[in-house]
């Protein structure tokens, strides 16, 4: 006969193993939730490439493998394994001891919520989407923009970028307060209507946004008011 208290200790002990196992099985109700904070480099929609690729059917395929982009690491395009729970949560807690040479740098140090956001990325690969939140990815098509944010033309004197706007506006921007970008997806600007986004107040105080680096060349003139004329 098992001693009373080795009985009750083997049972704490199952206890505590079912809890875990029904922990590593994770909530998709709560991954979709943790899931938001993925948003700004990840979309849901298929063949929607942002800093990283789109996730839309990722579970359970090739690592490194998705179609249409191309911003791979050459360790991670050149990886042999499929995205099974154990490998996304070996990614998810330290892509860089996975796959040394990986480019993602964030980590989701909770194992629990590590579960939870495979046990989302399952249930959508399997359909079962009742009662899931599917974030969807907030782009702004800046084809859209009024004419305070479309850009006339851009003037560089010394170390000042004149920005004329649509409306007749022109600012005077530091060079390291402007930041180029280019955008030839679905949601850019306009092929020679490049778009001008007010930043945050850490160094880049504004974006300009082409349809196409030629563009760029193209539209910023480098030369200086006329003395006694209005810049």
């Known amino acids: 006969m098992i001693p009373v208290r080795l009985a009750a200790a083997l049972l704490l002990l199952a206890s505590a193993a079912k809890a875990e196992g029904a922990k590593t099985e994770g909530d998709p109700v709560a991954g979709a939730i943790a899931f938001r904070a993925c948003l700004s480099c990840h979309a ?83 359909g079962r989407t009742d009662g899931l939140a599917i ?18 033309a851009v003037r560089l004197c010394r170390d000042t970028f004149r920005v004329t706007l649509k409306n007749g506006v022109t600012l005077p921007l530091w060079e390291r307060n402007l930041r180029l970008r280019v955008d030839s997806s679905a949601d850019g600007p306009a092929p020679g209507e490049p778009a ?10 504004y974006t300009l946004i082409f349809h196409h680096p030629a563009e760029i060349g193209a539209l910023i003139k480098s030369e200086c008011p006329s003395p006694g004329a209005t810049p």
């Open 44 to 126: 849901l929609e298929p063949g929607r490439h942002m800093t990283g690729p789109s996730l839309s059917g990722i579970y359970g395929s090739p690592a490194g493998k998705v179609a249409g982009f191309d911003r791979y690491s050459e360790a991670l395009a050149a990886s042999r394994f499929n995205w099974t729970p154990q490998r996304l949560d070996a990614w998810l807690a330290n892509p860089s001891a996975l796959v040394p040479g990986s480019r993602m740098t964030y980590l989701v140090a909770d194992a629990t919520v590590r579960a939870d956001l495979i046990a989302y990325l399952k249930a959508l690969h399997d």
């Open 196 to 205: 001008l986004l007010p930043g945050g107040m850490q160094g880049d105080r």
């Open 135 to 152: 974030p969807q990815t907030t782009v702004l098509d800046l084809k859209t923009l009024g004419r305070a944010s479309r850009v006339e």
